[in-house]
């Protein structure tokens, strides 16, 4: 034990004096979640000053008078579409829907004919589209009033129209509204604490190996279990500084939030935080111990680097899982790590309480995995110091 | 004191890189020595005589599949962790932490060895004088040359006052004047001064053998092939010079070969 202390010190100073390594770490995976809150706040806003500006492009309106009446008496302002609006949509510079009308609109009206507006749009084109259904809805309600102000010179009571009145409710809170934006961070989180833990995890392994400095090591009267299980301490350490470091730098960085919108569907707070960590400490363990595990059976750092690659891809992978299954959360999902980790977060977001089970089983599913992988480590470590 | 006995080692080798079944390639066949207290016994051989693989073997890095190690006594093979903390070991691989300083290098192997701390810095303290390396202390390893490396390693491995020391090839890439601070260093060590510590090291280098051991030991193709001081293995193999010698005694089997095809 006293063996496994000794070692879990000095590594924990090796890392820690890897200056370099250690800010980059920091940079790229702990600021990332925030930037992409930051980013994704100055997008709902320009979102929503897009919608208060309550602006229609369209091309030919002179020619259907009551039409522009009607649109103007929305609270639309009506902008002339440019000549070359097409090819302008195409390349995503224009950022509106245009309303076509024909020039032979009065003239097809007048020969009782429905005279065909046109809603130009690119769906490759996000800003565009996003506006199309706001046009539809406003050309809906002209048809409308014209259909029903027909009807009514003819002595139809408008009421006959609606054969049923449909109301929209929508059930989701304003939190889980929010985690359709915020779903992506506990995605940067649980990376942050993947590359964290990588340099530290194949310091302590291949790295040691590929310096000479492990076979001199295994010369001293410690059990290799001791050996394994400082070194796993001292990058676990690391790794759960590191998710410490990443789940705290959103406290902040909500101040930054510009969207009030946003502002108020994602709220962050301690008891979150706290969650965060509950479930994140037992799979930066796991992790620490699965990529020393991959990086033991490897000869150098390039080659152990390559090989915990497939590590890192599945745990990007694997919330993808979740992301694509449209009908929701498994029970499965909480024996899979990763996947367990990333739907957990999700629902913290959503400011749904956890049980013990939510959080105990992945947790125990953590524990055997670096037990597992720890036990391997140990014992491989004694051929990977001579071969 | 180091005492072996009939060593036997062999590894598995792919046959090639696409099949799984192996083949066994002695490394070590049959190798025995007895190293007193007080003495600096050589293994000198050829390279892959089996030189590193027994080295290995004493400092339990390996297992062997046959034959018995003891060091003072203690069956290393029964209680590998005893044997250790009365050995220190100089290996083939040197290799230091760049993060550390020289002094928190030797002072991480001391706690592993079981000493306190403070102890530890004494220590360090006092193989930094006999050393020479005082100066080197408190640096960060990262740049340092061959012969500040090798002198830490040295204090690393002496850092828990062994009374038997083993050093794989020792003085490769050290430049002369660091052999002969080496040289002085080891004679000390089994001097009555020095502790009279037992000391076993290899070696390919004839000169230095003869100028240091007191005792030889020839390994060739995994086996003793002979032993004895300098003296007595000239005469055994007939030859004034040591390394006429040790050529006759090393490559029998070749000189054999050779003279019966001429």
């Known amino acids: ?188 989180v649980l990376m942050a604490v993947l590359y964290g833990a990588l340099h530290a995890a194949l310091d302590t392994t291949t790295g040691e190996r590929e310096r000479g400095s492990l076979e001199p090591l295994l010369t001293n009267p410690v059990a290799p279990t001791a050996l394994v299980l400082g070194k796993w301490g001292a990058v676990a350490a690391v790794a759960m500084l590191i998710a410490l470091l990443s789940v705290c730098s959103f406290l902040p960085a909500q101040m930054l939030i510009q969207s009030e919108t946003l502002r108020s569907m994602f709220t962050f707070g301690a ?22 595990a991959v990086a033991i059976r490897c000869k150098t750092f390039k080659e152990a680097q390559a090989n915990n690659t497939v590590v890192i891809l599945a745990v990007s992978l694997l919330p993808l899982v979740a992301l694509f299954n449209q009908s929701g959360d498994k029970p499965w999902f909480m024996w899979v790590p990763a996947l367990a980790q990333y739907t957990l977060m999700n629902r913290v977001l959503r400011a749904e309480t956890l049980s013990a089970m939510d ?29 | ?47 892959g005589a089996g030189k590193t693989t027994t080295l290995r073997m004493v400092a339990g890095l390996m297992t062997p599949e046959r ?94 006052d062994p009374a038997n020391l083993i050093l794989d090839e020792p003085t490769n890439g050290l430049d002369v004047l660091s052999t002969r601070a080496l040289r002085e260093t080891l004679l000390h060590l089994c001097s009555p001064q020095g502790g009279a510590k037992c000391i076993v090291m290899s070696s390919h280098v004839m000169q230095e053998v003869e100028k240091l051991c007191d005792e030889v030991v020839i390994v060739s193709h995994g086996r003793t092939v002979a032993h004895g001081t300098v003296a007595q293995l000239c005469e055994r193999g007939g030859e004034p010079d040591f390394e006429e010698a040790f050529v006759k005694l090393a490559f029998a089997q070749e000189l054999a070969a050779q003279g019966a095809a001429a």
Not at chain 1, 274 to 292: D, K, N
Not at chain 1, 360 to 386: D, I, K, T
Not at chain 2, 109 to 121: F, S
């Open chain 2, 67 to 160: 034959g018995e190690i003891r060091v003072d006594e203690v069956d290393a093979r029964r209680e590998p962790r005893r044997a250790l903390a009365r050995l220190g070991v100089l290996s083939d691989a040197r290799g230091l932490y760049p993060r550390l300083s020289a002094r928190e290098n030797i002072v991480y192997y001391a706690v592993l060895q079981g000493m306190a701390r403070e102890q530890a810095h004494e220590r360090v303290d006092a193989l930094a004088q006999a050393l020479d390396m005082r100066g080197l202390l408190e640096r960060r390893t990262d740049g340092f040359s061959q012969g500040e490396r090798m002198k830490t390693a040295l204090a690393r491995a002496l850092v828990h």
């Open chain 1, 271 to 292: 008891r979150e935080a706290l969650a965060f960590l509950a479930v994140l400490l037992p799979l930066a363990a796991a992790l620490s111990a699965l990529l020393m």
């Open chain 2, 1 to 47: 004191m180091i005492r072996v006995e009939h060593l036997h080692k062999s590894f598995s080798m792919p046959r090639s890189w696409r099949s799984r079944d192996t083949r066994a390639v002695v490394a070590v066949d049959d190798v025995s020595f007895h190293a007193r207290n007080g003495q600096i016994t050589g293994l000198l051989g050829p390279n």
């Open chain 1, 1 to 188: 034990m006293k063996g496994a202390l000794a070692v879990f010190a000095k590594e924990l100073i090796d890392a820690l004096r890897d200056r370099r390594t250690l800010l980059t770490v920091l940079l790229s995976s702990v600021l990332m979640g925030p930037l992409v809150l930051v980013l994704l706040s100055g997008l709902i806003a320009s979102l929503e000053t897009r919608a208060e500006r309550r602006v229609m492009v369209a091309s030919g309106l002179e020619h259907a008078p009551d039409l522009r009446n009607y649109i103007e008496r929305q609270g639309y302002t009506l902008e002339e579409a440019p000549a070359d609006y097409e090819a302008l949509l195409r390349a995503s510079r224009l950022g509106e829907p245009v309303v076509v009308v024909p020039d032979d609109f009065a003239a097809q009206r007048d020969r009782g004919d429905a005279p065909r507006i046109t809603v130009v749009s690119d769906s490759s084109n996000r800003q565009a589209e996003a506006g199309t259904s706001r046009v539809l809805r406003v050309l809906d309600g002209y048809n409308r009033e014209r259909g029903a102000l027909t009807l009514a010179l003819r002595g139809v009571p408008p009421a006959l129209l609606a054969g049923v009145d449909v109301q929209e409710v929508d059930l989701a809170s304003v939190r889980s509204r929010a985690t359709q934006f915020t779903s992506m961070l506990p995605f940067f």
């Open chain 1, 359 to 387: 959080v105990g089983v992945p947790a125990l599913v953590s524990v055997l995995l670096a037990v597992a992988c720890l036990a391997f480590v140990a014992q491989r470590l004694r051929g990977a110091a001579v071969r």
